[in-house]
C-alpha cells in the first residue's frame, strides 16, 4: 500500500538559507499535518492543512510557511535558516476514513551548518 | 505538568521478557495513538485507541478512558524491538501531544 512521502530525505544548509520540504500524503487522504523534532526532543506540531486550507497553527516561526496544493501535496518552506532549525521534520497524512488515525512519512532530516 | 506522561524512560529488559509502558494524559482527547521510533527517525503507528484492547502480533495495547490511562505490552520481546516508544494523544482538533518516549532496549 502506497504511504507518506517526504522529499529530501536529508538536506544540508549553511545558516541564512531557505529550504523546502515536500510531502506527498497517502493517496484520497486530504489533511496533512507538518511536525517538527528537533535533537533528543519530543516532536512539536507545526500546522495542517485540510483541502488545501489551513486547518491549524501550532509553534510554527514565522520565517516558514506551508501550503498544500490541488492535489493534496503540502511543501513547507524555510527561509532564513537557523542553527536551532536543524531536527527531522516529519509529515503526516489523515483522510475521510478516519481523520483520527495519522499515518506518518519517513521525515527530511534537516542539518543547517 | 506535561499532558502526556510516560513511564519508564528507559527500559532494558532481556531477550523473551514482557515488556509493559505506561502512558497517563491529563486531557480531554478523542483517540491514542503509540507510535514506533527507530533510531534513523522514521515513525511507524503501532495503534490508535479510543476504548478498549487491540492486539496485533506480540503487541497489545489497552487503554482506560475513565483513568486517562493506557498501556503497550510487548509479549516475547526481542532485539528488534528495540525502540523509542511514544504515546500521543488526539485533541478535537486532530492535533497530537506527544509524550517524552519510552527508550526500550532489548538484550539477545
Known amino acids: 500500500a502506497a504511504g507518506v512521502i517526504q522529499s529530501p530525505r536529508h538536506l544540508i544548509k549553511e545558516k541564512r538559507e531557505t529550504a523546502t520540504l515536500k510531502c506527498y500524503p497517502i493517496?484520497?487522504?486530504?489533511?496533512v499535518y507538518w511536525y517538527q523534532q528537533g535533537p533528543g526532543q519530543d516532536p512539536q506540531f507545526l500546522i495542517s492543512?485540510?483541502?488545501?486550507?489551513?486547518?491549524d497553527k501550532g509553534s510554527i516561526p514565522d520565517r516558514f510557511s506551508a501550503q498544500q496544493f490541488s492535489d493534496y501535496h503540502s511543501e513547507l518552506n524555510m527561509s532564513s535558516l537557523e542553527l536551532g532549525d536543524s531536527a527531522l521534520y516529519f509529515c503526516?497524512?489523515?483522510?475521510?476514513?478516519?481523520?483520527?488515525?495519522?499515518?506518518f512519512g519517513p521525515g527530511t532530516r534537516l542539518t543547517v551548518l | 505538568k506535561n499532558e502526556v506522561e510516560q513511564s519508564p524512560q528507559n527500559l532494558t529488559a532481556q531477550e523473551g521478557e514482557f515488556i509493559t509502558i505506561n502512558c497517563s494524559y491529563s486531557v480531554g482527547i478523542s483517540a491514542l495513538h503509540w507510535l514506533q521510533q527507530h533510531p534513523g527517525g522514521g515513525i511507524v503507528s503501532l495503534f490508535m485507541?479510543?476504548?478498549?484492547?487491540k492486539k496485533h502480533g506480540r503487541l497489545i495495547a489497552t487503554i482506560n478512558i475513565q483513568e486517562k490511562h493506557s498501556s503497550l505490552h510487548i509479549t516475547a520481546s526481542h532485539p528488534r524491538d528495540s525502540a523509542v516508544y511514544i504515546c500521543a494523544v488526539r485533541r478535537s482538533n486532530y492535533q497530537l501531544i506527544w509524550g517524552a518516549g519510552t527508550k526500550l532496549i532489548i538484550k539477545p
Open positions: 503526516a497524512s489523515s483522510g475521510q476514513m478516519n481523520y483520527n488515525e495519522q499515518f
Open positions: 485507541l479510543s476504548s478498549g484492547k
Open positions: 492543512f485540510y483541502e488545501k486550507m489551513q486547518s
Open positions: 493517496p484520497r487522504h486530504d489533511t
